[in-house]
């Protein structure tokens, strides 16, 4: 397994750790960029191996980072992103898998042309080199975003959070020892090895060059921090507030079914639902169906007037409700008059990430899917599926609700970035 863990004394001995990190991850980013296919399968073929063989060890170590956060009296949504458990441990497993199979994207021609002067010109995906990842309390963002970077040909930073450190640590001999098994540099999947803060600000520095892209995954104050500061590009999405419009045309079992699984499956998770929207004209029928099967289930309400009026358990909606993402058994409920003040509600209030439409009526469903400016629009489904795996991506290394490069689930095409080869036959400009 990986070498101990180097003691840390001072900024000055850390600023010199995160440099050597970063310039031992520049060097196999350059053997990984030219790495055949076959040999990045095998590496993640003994890395899906390792987890499972390893899981007794990875449940062990996160069992003491729960208790950890539970005794320091963490939120029940905050401990539910951090546990690990045999079954998602064999999902992480199966993720390795489905990275496996993809098609390799570094090499890909997406384009070809030929000029009028007999030039060709390729379009290429490339590696884009070294890509610093850091999160918070869900250990499990190591794997994926370990596996993901190594498909697109990239080396890896991972920065986990203190809540997960232990967890990490124990995935990471995982990645490591599939690495190993490869032939491929341990360097190209890097564990920051120190809880110190200070090391989240070295990497937004870029670290001399060292890094080219920052992905943070964790709350509001990482990613707005990340944004703030970095100096090199950043994949990201603030937050998730992400919204359900019951149309008056939906049905109301799939109604139910959809809204209480995008809240309540894993209220923690960036595409849990935050708001539902109501058609006035389905509140007949619709409303106090919804609002009762969300409060029984134990998630807390929080309406309009109209929405506390079909049950007294429902509290009162602030107007800071409607620009909330409560990471918890918690959502926000309004009356909306059609699809035109949805759609309006959605882009003063939203966030871009994810947000979903249950109707019937084809023609409300696809201007929503049309209009609606986020990186991910359903149209009858949960907004739960807003994840790289339920993609086919076999993970995600996050969300990103931007508009340049990537944008919803990142997976490997994503990590990658393009070059123009141009083909001649002794050609001079003019």
């Not at 898998?97 to 090499?107: H, K, L, M, S």
């Not at 200070?198 to 670290?207: D, F, N, P, R, Y």
Request: glycine residues 10%; negative net charge.
């Amino acid at each position: 397994m990986s070498a101990p863990l180097k003691a840390i004394d001072g900024n000055a001995d850390l600023a010199a750790l995160m440099t050597d990190l970063a310039a031992k991850a520049r060097a196999a980013a350059r053997v990984l960029a030219l790495a055949p296919p076959e040999q990045k399968n095998r590496a993640l073929a003994a890395i899906e191996r390792a987890i499972r063989a390893n899981a007794p060890a990875i449940l062990a170590a996160n069992a003491e980072d729960v208790a950890e956060a539970r005794a320091g009296g963490m939120t029940s949504a905050f401990v539910d992103r951090l546990t690990l458990t045999q079954g998602r441990i064999d999902g992480m497993a199966g993720g390795v898998a489905t990275v496996r199979e993809i098609v390799d994207p570094v090499g890909a021609v997406t384009e070809s042309w030929q000029r009028p002067n007999g030039m060709t010109i390729e379009r290429v995906r490339v590696p884009l080199g070294v890509i610093g990842v850091i999160f918070e309390s869900r250990p499990n963002v190591a794997a994926d975003a370990g596996v993901l970077c190594l498909k697109a040909g990239n080396a890896v930073i991972l920065r986990g959070g203190s809540d997960s450190f232990r967890s990490c640590r124990a995935i990471h001999e995982c990645l490591v020892q599939g690495l190993r098994e490869a032939g491929l540099p341990e360097a190209a999947i890097t564990l920051v090895p120190t809880r110190d803060r200070a090391a989240v600000g070295l990497m937004l520095t870029g670290l001399n060059g060292g890094i080219d892209v920052i992905v943070p995954r964790g709350g509001k104050s990482l990613v707005a921090r990340v944004e703030a500061e970095a100096r090199v590009p950043v994949f990201a999405h603030l937050e998730g507030v992400n919204h359900i419009y019951v149309d008056a045309s939906a049905k109301l079992d799939m109604a139910k079914s959809v809204v209480l699984n995008a809240k309540m499956r894993r209220p923690g998770v960036c595409g849990a639902v935050e708001t539902l929207l109501i058609d006035r004209d389905a509140a007949a029928t619709k409303l106090k169906p919804l609002v009762a099967l969300l409060i029984d289930a134990g998630c807390e309400v929080r309406g309009d007037d109209t929405v506390q009026g079909a049950d007294a358990r429902v509290k009162p909606a602030s107007d800071e409700d409607w620009n909330t993402e409560y990471e918890d058994a918690i959502i926000s409920a309004k009356i909306v008059d059609g699809l035109d003040e949805a759609i309006a509600h959605i882009q003063n209030h939203g966030s871009h990430h994810t947000d979903a439409i249950v109707t019937e009526d084809t023609t409300a469903a696809q201007r929503f899917l049309n209009e609606v400016d986020s990186a991910i629009v359903l149209h009858n489904a949960s907004t739960q599926f807003a994840d790289g795996g339920e993609f086919g991506f076999g993970a995600e290394i996050g969300i990103a609700t931007g508009k340049f490069h990537a944008r919803g689930p990142v997976g490997a095409e994503q990590l990658t970035s393009f070059k123009y080869r141009v083909h001649g036959t002794g050609q001079t400009r003019p």
